[in-house]
T-cell receptor, first 111, second 114 residues
Framework: GEDVEQSLFLSVREGDSSVINCTYT??????LYWYKQEPGAGLQLLTY?????DMKQDQRLTVLLNKKDKHLSLRIADTQTGDSAIYFC???????????FGRGTSLIVHP | NAGVTQTPKFQVLKTGQSMTLQCAQD?????MYWYRQDPGMGLRLIYY???????DKGEVPNGYNVSRLNKREFSLRLESAAPSQTSVYFC?????????????FGSGTQLSVL
């Protein structure tokens, strides 16, 4: 099955760009997702990318997908303190409808 | 516009006690899930229900049982709670049974077992 890995912590200064990285194992993954979890809350889908795309941009968010290296990244431009949260990478392996989640990256934004 | 509602939000149990976590969704979703979240471990799937009347084990089902009461409701039961079950529990639901696995999550239940 799918296995998803991501680093546990990232610290950035307000106004800088943040880049959160993720690797996955299943080359037949159809969709890859980024979920955001704010303190004391459940996860919310932030953005996603279909496997036949290389990039997706949505306002301050840019998702890059490198299928050859099975690498996914989330770039947040002009990071704000409100972006402080845990970001989960998730992949939907071929033939499955249940995404596999990474362990989550805690993004800490310093003023 | 409630989405996925979980109760209770907090619970403290003694070892050996039983309890049921309740979950309901109002989005007419077919599939429902129970996850637990532990520090450094991410989300681990306990049980899921692809549709009303079906349930299947996930990654960490031991010590838990589930009931898909109807299309809206999916409960998680701890028959004899253990300290290892101290965790934050999330219920989720999704519309698609194939393909696009976009999940909607409840706000979680923080459970402590002493």
């Amino acid at each position: 099955g799918e296995d998803v890995e991501q680093s546990l912590f990232l610290s950035v200064r307000e106004g800088d760009s943040s880049v959160i990285n993720c690797t996955y194992t299943d080359s037949s993954s159809t969709y890859l997702y980024w979920y955001k979890q704010e303190p004391g809350a459940g996860l919310q889908l932030l953005t996603y990318i279909f496997s036949n795309m290389d990039m997706k941009q949505d306002q301050r968010l840019t998702v890059l997908l490198n299928k050859k290296d099975k690498h996914l990244s989330l770039r947040i431009a002009d990071t704000q303190t409100g972006d402080s949260a845990i970001y989960f990478c998730a992949g939907l392996g071929g033939g499955s409808y249940i995404p596999t989640f990474g362990r989550g990256t805690s993004l800490i934004v310093h003023p | 516009n409630a989405g996925v509602t979980q109760t209770p939000k907090f619970q403290v149990l003694k070892t050996g006690q039983s309890m049921t976590l309740q979950c309901a969704q109002d989005m007419n979703h077919n599939s429902m899930y129970w996850y637990r979240q532990d520090p450094g471990m991410g989300l681990r799937l306990i049980y899921y229900s692809a549709s009303e009347g079906t349930t299947d084990k996930g990654e960490v089902p031991n010590g838990y049982n589930v009931s898909r009461l109807n299309k809206r409701e999916f409960s998680l039961r701890l028959e004899s709670a253990a300290p290892s079950q101290t965790s934050v529990y999330f219920c989720a639901s999704s519309a698609a049974d194939r393909g696009f696995g976009k999940l909607f999550f409840g706000s979680g239940t923080q459970l402590s077992v002493l």
